[in-house]
């Protein structure tokens, strides 16, 4: 860090929690005794919380005469005004893990959506915006927030599959048919266990364990005689 007067050097540590940890003020001061030993310098901690509400982490160490403190500060304790008009994508973001004061959920999500088309101007950095806000979201567990997100997509002719929701979807649908090819190759033909594994490339315990979970499923009479493989 640089004034106008001198430079400054020091260690900045910063971590990030999504739920409290009853321990945090022990890691905080163990880190901080590993960083001076190994740097020398003044060392300047922070732990953000970006979990719901405000956190009830301890974040000072008291040990006979010597005091250790690092800075906490939960997200939520700013209002969702101190982001929603930033210019920048990645500030603007925070406004879903901010202090909503008297807003609801959905009127968060229009102002955040409404400013996002505003300063992002390229498809491919709303997608990757987008996919940041579902992650985030889950934090706060805001139900119905994604879907609301994204049912204005169109809006932005951002292509649904550029989002995260959709790639999940697709790959849990991906995942499924090549449960069910694995399952019908063992029904219906030969094949060993290990040739299936082979074409549905995929580990032999795989299928293995694909098949008990689907035997367990079926009822007596729907199971068959067991080949010899």
Same mark, same amino acid.
């Given at each position: 860090m640089s004034t106008k007067t001198q430079t400054i050097s020091f260690v900045l540590h910063a971590e990030a929690?999504? +739920?409290?940890?009853?321990?945090?003020?022990?890691?905080?001061?163990?880190?901080?005794?590993?960083?001076?030993?190994?740097?020398?310098?003044?060392?300047?901690?922070?732990?953000?919380?970006?979990?719901?509400?405000?956190?009830?982490?301890?974040?000072?160490?008291?040990?006979?005469?010597?005091?250790?403190?690092?800075?906490?500060?939960?997200?939520?304790?700013?209002?969702?005004?101190?982001?929603?008009?930033?210019?920048k994508p990645e500030e603007l973001i925070l406004a879903i893990l901010s202090d909503f004061?008297? +807003?609801?959920?959905?009127?968060?999500?229009?102002?955040?959506?409404?400013?996002?088309?505003?300063?992002?101007?390229?498809?491919?950095?709303?997608?990757?915006?987008?996919?940041?806000?579902?992650?985030?979201?889950?934090?706060?567990?805001l139900d119905g927030f994604i879907q609301h997100f994204t049912t204005n997509l169109m809006a932005l002719d951002l292509k649904l599959e550029d989002t995260l929701t959709y790639k999940q979807g697709k790959a849990e649908g991906e995942k499924k048919n090549r449960d069910k090819m694995i399952l019908s190759l063992y029904k219906n033909t030969k094949l060993s266990i290990h040739k299936i594994?082979?074409?549905?490339?995929?580990?032999?315990?795989?299928?293995?364990?694909?098949? +008990?979970?689907?035997?367990?499923e079926e009822t007596p009479s729907q199971k068959r005689t067991k080949k010899k493989r």
């Open positions: 929690q999504s +739920k409290d940890d009853p321990r945090m003020h022990f890691r905080m001061v163990e880190y901080f005794g590993m960083l001076v030993n190994k740097y020398e310098m003044p060392v300047y901690q922070f732990v953000f919380y970006f979990g719901e509400g405000i956190s009830k982490m301890k974040n000072v160490f008291v040990a006979g005469k010597t005091t250790y403190t690092y800075e906490l500060i939960s997200i939520q304790e700013f209002s969702y005004k101190e982001f929603i008009n930033s210019d004061e008297d +807003k609801s959920k959905e009127e968060i999500a229009e102002m955040i959506f409404s400013r996002a088309k505003i300063i992002i101007n390229e498809t491919n950095l709303m997608g990757k915006f987008v996919n940041q806000i579902e992650v985030l979201s889950k934090l706060r567990k594994a082979q074409t549905a490339d995929v580990p032999e315990q795989y299928v293995i364990d694909l098949i +008990k979970e689907s035997e367990k």
